[in-house]
């Protein structure tokens, strides 16, 4: 099993920067893609942004050029700099982690706000 917890949500104006961390425990070595994703309220869970263990990123469209997705394995630790926000960047952002003998996006965390105001 693996545990995700998120931190670093909060409330900030648009234009502002928030960083987000995951910090991953227990049997790391079984997974390989980590990810973001969020849900705004009333809507899916959508894709922000993944990262492979070798460090190839995909990101949104609606997040090109503002978001910046890394992890450290070392410190098992996964991260989402997030610059020049906007209210539609609103919604709760959880930590995913992909197995790697299922490929399946097994392992969430629970989940922070992150609310951007106008």
């Known amino acids: 099993q693996v545990q995700l917890v998120e931190s670093g949500g909060g409330l900030v104006q648009a234009g502002e920067s928030l960083r987000l961390s995951c910090a991953a425990s227990g049997s790391i070595r079984s997974i390989s893609t980590m990810g973001w994703y969020r849900q705004a309220p009333g809507k899916q869970r959508d894709m922000v942004s993944v990262?492979?263990?070798?460090?190839?990123?995909v990101y949104a469209d609606s997040v090109k050029g503002r978001f910046t997705i890394s992890r450290d394995n070392a410190k098992n630790a996964l991260y989402l700099q997030m610059n020049s926000l906007k209210p539609e960047d609103t919604g709760v952002y959880y930590c995913?982690?992909?197995?790697?003998?299922?490929?399946?996006?097994?392992?969430w965390g629970q989940g922070t706000q992150v609310t951007v105001s106008s």
């Open positions: 990262i492979t263990s070798g460090g190839t990123t």
């Open positions: 995913a982690a992909r197995q790697r003998t299922t490929n399946r996006w097994d392992y």
